[in-house]
């Protein structure tokens, strides 16, 4: 079955201890992104990858790295995790870009305390 | 002003019914339009997309764009309570980045039986 696999789906941690939110595709896509859902304010993209070690800023990028070795796998990472990042992520993935849409995985709600 | 601003709702249909959601985009050289449905809890879920002007049929949705306007709707024929969702309308903003990809803040829509 085509996917976006996130995980974990649900986390709990504590200001600053570090953390990484893992996203794999098995439909071979180039583009590959990160956003982020706050009530209110819609999807915002984080980082996005077009392709293995080519990665760049979307709208809020702040507090957050990305990392794309392989073509599969884009993991989100927080060095140092604030309340303020609190929210919902969602990976997702795509053939050709925005231009056809994206394939989004299932989800990860954080919460830091 | 928002790039992609929608009605944040909620709205509310008959079973039925037609649906009408609506978005508006600022930036008159985007070129591809998007609507997903996320149901609550869930990811969102590509159902429409559009890139000329006029309507785009695909069973009980149609998604109609008008350019001249910067506007951009989806109609829901013969509502079903299945169809009480956010839908969320995405716009590639720039012709110029594959990536660049902005959603509204989504409209929710409940279809009571």
């Known amino acids: 079955e085509a996917q976006v696999t996130q995980n974990p789906r649900y986390l709990i941690t504590v200001t600053g201890k570090k953390l990484t939110v893992t996203c794999s595709q098995n439909?071979?896509?180039?583009?590959m992104s990160w956003y982020r859902q706050d009530p209110g304010l819609g999807l915002r993209q984080i980082y996005y990858?077009?392709?293995?070690?080519?990665?760049d800023k979307g709208d809020v990028p702040e507090g957050y790295k990305v990392s794309r070795k392989e073509k599969r796998n884009f993991p989100l990472i927080l060095e140092s995790p604030s309340p303020n990042q609190t929210s919902l992520y969602f990976c997702?993935?795509?053939?050709?870009?925005?231009?056809?849409?994206?394939?989004f995985g299932s989800g990860t709600r954080l919460t830091v305390v | 002003q928002k790039e992609v601003e929608q009605n944040s709702g909620p709205l509310s249909v008959p079973e039925g019914a037609i649906a009408s959601l609506n978005c508006t985009y600022s930036?008159?050289?985007?070129?591809?339009f998007f609507w997903y449905r996320q149901y609550s809890g869930k990811s969102p879920e590509l159902i429409m997309f559009?890139?000329?002007?006029g309507d785009k049929e695909d069973g009980r949705f149609t998604a109609q764009l008008n350019k001249a306007s910067q506007y951009v709707s989806l109609l829901i024929r013969d509502s079903q309570p299945s169809d009480s969702a956010t839908y969320l309308c995405?716009?590639?903003?720039?012709?110029?980045?594959?990536?660049?990809?902005?959603f509204g803040a989504g409209t929710r829509l409940t279809v009571k039986p």
């Open positions: 930036d008159r050289g985007s070129q591809s």
């Open positions: 995405a716009v590639n903003i720039s012709p110029y980045n594959n990536n660049d990809m902005r």
């Open positions: 990858s077009m392709n293995v070690e080519v990665t």
């Open positions: 559009i890139y000329s002007n």
């Open positions: 439909m071979n896509h180039e583009y």
């Open positions: 997702a993935s795509s053939v050709t870009g925005a231009r056809y849409g994206y394939t």
